[in-house]
């Protein structure tokens, strides 16, 4: 168990709609990381938070934002679903988030199904 | 961020040791190789990570080569559990999350350990 939690575990939706993905990163830690994995693209990172403020962007749709909130939990929000969306959406955390030697630990991540 | 390559798949029998290899000639001199891995569809984990020495820990020892263009990561016993997908991810410098850069993960495709009896 990595102290990261992420709900739902699972996640059925039809094209069109919009859903969020929920993370609560290991406590203490200020840096929130989201990453995808879809079967032809592998894990892909989508965006960094840190204390609340965007750090990084990654190959993110603009379909998709997210936010970091002042107890440190972070939201996905995914809009104007498409099929090739279905995916493992993976959120992880770290300490800071500023350094090379900050350890990321993942959530047992988000399965999305867009039918 | 520097690029790795490692073999696609390896076997491995239980209660041998697994030693995973991973090149990295493009390294810099402060870039860190971290090692995670993914049992089916699961979070990665962390496993270890180093900078020059080798390291260990509870669940592997990493060896990096002098020259640090490739390092091993060894799994002294393995077992079943041990199979999963190996990520050998090299980190970007510090001065480039200082100046923005973000602190990514760039995972690569792997090594897919299997341990079989």
């Known amino acids: 168990d990595s102290g990261v939690t992420q709900t739902p575990k699972h996640l059925i939706t039809a094209t069109g709609q919009r859903v969020t993905l929920r993370c609560s990163p290991r406590s203490g830690d200020l840096s929130v990381y989201w990453y995808q994995q879809s079967l032809d693209q592998g894990l892909q990172f989508l965006i960094q938070y840190y204390n609340g403020e965007e750090r990084a962007k990654g190959n993110i749709l603009e379909r998709f934002s997210a936010q970091q909130f002042p107890d440190l939990h972070s939201e996905l929000n995914l809009s104007s679903l498409e099929l090739g969306d279905s995916a493992l959406y993976f959120c992880?955390?770290?300490?800071?988030?500023?350094?090379?030697?900050?350890?990321?630990?993942f959530g047992p991540g988000t399965r999305l199904t867009v039918l | 961020d520097a690029k790795t390559t490692q073999p696609p798949s390896m076997d491995c029998a239980e209660g041998r040791a697994a030693n995973l290899p991973c090149n990295h000639s493009t390294i810099s001199g402060n870039e860190y190789v971290y090692w995670y891995r993914q049992i089916h569809s699961q979070g990665p984990q962390y496993i270890i990570h180093g900078l020059k020495n080798n390291e260990t820990n509870e669940m592997a020892s990493l060896i990096i080569t002098e020259d640090r263009k490739s390092s091993t990561l060894i799994l002294p016993h393995a077992t079943l559990r041990d199979t999963a997908v190996y990520y050998c991810?090299?980190?970007?410098?510090?001065?480039?999350?200082?100046?923005?850069?973000?602190?990514?993960?760039?995972f690569g495709t792997g090594t897919q350990l299997k341990v079989e009896l």
């Open positions: 992880a955390s770290s300490e800071t988030g500023t350094r090379n030697t900050d350890t990321q630990y």
């Open positions: 991810i090299v980190r970007v410098s510090a001065t480039s999350i200082l100046t923005g850069g973000g602190n990514k993960l760039t």
